[in-house]
Structure formats: structure tokens, C-alpha cells
């Protein structure tokens, strides 16, 4: 195995039996939610992941090595840490595994040590894009380019008005990304289920998406595929509210010169504080909602591989 891989022996298991295995990412942990949310929040996830009869993979750099599958006291150390530890995201794991270092990884950094470990569905809340403002500041999630690139079907809530979901749109379209979504024709915009953009494709079971993936890897090609998940309506939240805390959050990062890859965290933060932990809410909502599906596709998935092997 690659030496720079380290999988749990529970996720290992579950590969080698050719059980369901769901990746979930580590920089929600440690730079999307505040502390004890976030332990609470990585905790009820993987225990969702679960309920399914599937395996969490939670995935980061510790003391310089690729995990998939972290152990109890790694989590809370993720959780308790938050921004102290690194955000890592493609370029940044080079560097941590050359010194040894702990990261937090991104959607991005996710993906790639899914694939390394053969995981081929990842759950999450939502994900990088292309910013607002992109056309001066370049700001374009690399995020984005590892769905072109890394075989992993990443299952999220859309992505947050922080971003410019048209752009975002647009981008993966270039890329050759599918944006598929679940019981929906529009993209929706993580804390709402409203937005204004569409999908490519409706798909309206677990089993209708486990066999695009199935299709996508029979073909060989690279890429990962997006699937955007409606948070619950029930706990959406009014997108006038969520619009008025984003364009403040915007206000200020701009006025305070944020850039590069403090940009995300900033915002999230920032939304999640003007709210009153209301939108704190509905991010823990969306996010095992989203865990919970990933969990239902990975199952199918692993059917489909039952049924081919006959
Ligand atoms: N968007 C969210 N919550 C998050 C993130 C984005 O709603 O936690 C995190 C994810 O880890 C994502 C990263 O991969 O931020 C994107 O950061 P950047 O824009 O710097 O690539
Ligand atoms: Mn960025």
C-alpha cells in the first residue's frame, strides 16, 4: 500500500469485504463549525453513516500520514484544535506529510485520499466554488478542479451564496462535472432549498445515482461527479436573513482584506455569528442529511456490485 496512506482498520475491513464506506471531510471540523458542535456534529455523522450499514471514513493528515478513519481521540483533537490546525486542501499535502504536520482536509484534499484508498462516495456540507468577485480576485476553489479530476461522487447541500452559484455552475459544465440532484430540478444554496439555478439531471433515488457512478467508473474516464442534496425544509432558513448575514460577512472581508484560503473559514464564521447560531442549525441538519444519503448510495452501490459479480 502507499506509504503515505494510513486506513483505519475498521475501513480497511469494511473494503476488503467490499462493504459501503463513506469518506466524510475534516475542515468542516476544524474550520466550518465552532467548538463542541463540531465534535458533536463529526460524531453524529459518523454514527449516521452507520445507521445504513456502511463505514464513516473520516479523513485528515496526522503527524504527516493520509488518514481514512480516524480514531475517537483524533477527532476531538481535530475539533478542539479548529483553526490552530492546518486547513489542507491539494497543494497543501505535500508539505505537511514532508514534515510530519496535521491537517484539516478540504472537499478537495478529501477526494484525493478517498481514491487512494479506493472510497468512491464522500459526504459533506457544502463546497468550494468559484467566489464572488472571481473575474479580479481569481478566487476559484481548487475544490473544483479535483471534481474534474478525482473519481469520488461527493454528496453536498449545493453550495452557499458566499459563492457565485452561476459561475460555479458554469465552471463545472467546462470541467465535464455532473451536477445531479436529489428530488430537485434547481441547485440549492446549502442553507435554502430555494435557489435560481438549475441541475443537470434530477435523480430521485439513492439507487438512480449509485448506477450514474457505477457508469462513470465502468467508462474509466477521470472525474468526480456532484450530487446537491436540499437541506430539509424544515430547517431552511429564510433566504432574506441568509442573504442580508452574507452580504454584511462580504462587506467585512473585503474591508479587512481577507484572502486566499482564510476567505472560506472568514465567511463561514462570520454568517454563522450574525445569525445568532441559527444557521449553525441548519448546517448541522443539512450536513447529516447529507451523510445519510451518501450512506444510501454507497449501499446501492455496493448492490450493483453484488448483482454484477452475480
Ligand atoms: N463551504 C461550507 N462549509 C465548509 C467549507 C466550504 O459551506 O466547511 C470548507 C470545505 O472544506 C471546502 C473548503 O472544501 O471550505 C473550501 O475552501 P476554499 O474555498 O478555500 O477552497
Ligand atoms: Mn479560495
Known amino acids: 500500500m502507499n506509504q503515505c496512506l494510513k486506513i483505519s482498520p475498521a475501513v480497511k475491513r469494511a473494503?476488503?469485504?467490499?462493504?459501503?464506506v463513506v469518506a466524510l471531510e475534516s475542515t468542516i471540523i476544524s474550520h466550518g463549525m465552532p467548538y463542541p458542535q463540531?465534535?458533536?456534529t463529526a460524531r453524529l455523522c459518523e454514527a449516521?453513516?452507520?445507521?445504513?450499514?456502511?463505514?464513516?471514513?473520516?479523513?485528515?493528515?496526522?503527524q504527516g500520514k493520509l488518514c481514512a478513519g480516524l480514531t475517537g481521540e483524533e477527532l476531538e483533537y481535530l475539533a478542539k484544535a479548529g483553526t490552530k490546525v492546518t486547513k489542507a486542501?491539494?497543494?497543501d499535502l505535500p508539505v505537511l506529510l514532508a514534515r510530519g504536520m496535521d491537517g484539516a482536509t478540504t472537499v478537495a484534499a478529501t477526494m484525493i485520499v478517498a481514491a487512494m484508498a479506493g472510497i468512491?462516495?464522500?459526504?459533506?456540507?457544502?463546497?468550494?466554488?468559484?467566489?464572488?468577485?472571481?473575474?479580479?480576485?481569481?478566487?476559484?476553489s481548487a475544490d473544483l478542479e479535483e471534481l474534474a479530476q478525482t473519481p469520488v461522487a461527493v454528496v453536498c447541500a449545493g453550495a452557499k451564496s458566499i459563492?457565485?452559484?452561476?459561475?460555479?455552475?458554469?465552471?463545472?459544465?467546462?470541467?465535464?462535472?455532473?451536477?445531479l440532484g436529489y428530488k430537485t430540478d434547481m441547485l440549492p444554496a446549502f442553507y435554502t432549498d430555494e435557489s435560481d439555478f438549475r441541475v443537470d439531471y434530477r435523480m430521485n433515488t439513492p439507487q438512480e445515482i449509485?448506477?450514474?457512478?457505477?457508469?462513470?467508473r465502468e467508462m474509466g474516464y477521470p472525474g468526480g461527479m456532484l450530487i446537491a442534496n436540499p437541506i430539509p425544509h424544515e430547517y431552511a432558513m429564510p433566504r432574506d436573513v441568509i442573504d442580508k448575514a452574507i452580504a454584511q460577512a462580504l462587506q467585512e472581508a473585503d474591508a479587512q482584506g481577507v484572502r486566499g484560503k482564510a476567505t472560506t473559514p472568514f465567511l463561514l464564521a462570520r454568517v454563522c455569528e450574525l445569525t445568532g447560531g441559527e444557521s449553525l442549525k441548519s448546517n448541522i441538519q443539512l450536513v447529516l442529511n447529507n451523510v445519510a444519503l451518501g450512506?444510501?448510495?454507497?449501499?446501492?452501490?455496493?448492490a450493483a456490485q453484488e448483482h454484477a459479480n452475480g
Do not use: W
Open 15 to 20: 473494503l476488503d469485504e467490499g462493504r459501503p
Open 38 to 40: 463540531n465534535l458533536e
Open 48 to 62: 449516521e453513516v452507520r445507521k445504513f450499514g456502511a463505514e464513516p471514513a473520516t479523513v485528515a493528515v496526522i
Open 89 to 91: 486542501s491539494r497543494r
Open 120 to 140: 468512491r462516495v464522500f459526504a459533506t456540507g457544502g463546497i468550494g466554488g468559484v467566489h464572488r468577485g472571481a473575474e479580479t480576485t481569481m478566487d476559484i
Open 163 to 179: 459563492l457565485d452559484l452561476g459561475l460555479t455552475l458554469e465552471y463545472l459544465e467546462t470541467k465535464g462535472v455532473p451536477v
Open 210 to 216: 449509485a448506477a450514474a457512478i457505477v457508469a462513470q
Open 295 to 302: 450512506a444510501q448510495i454507497a449501499v446501492e452501490m455496493c
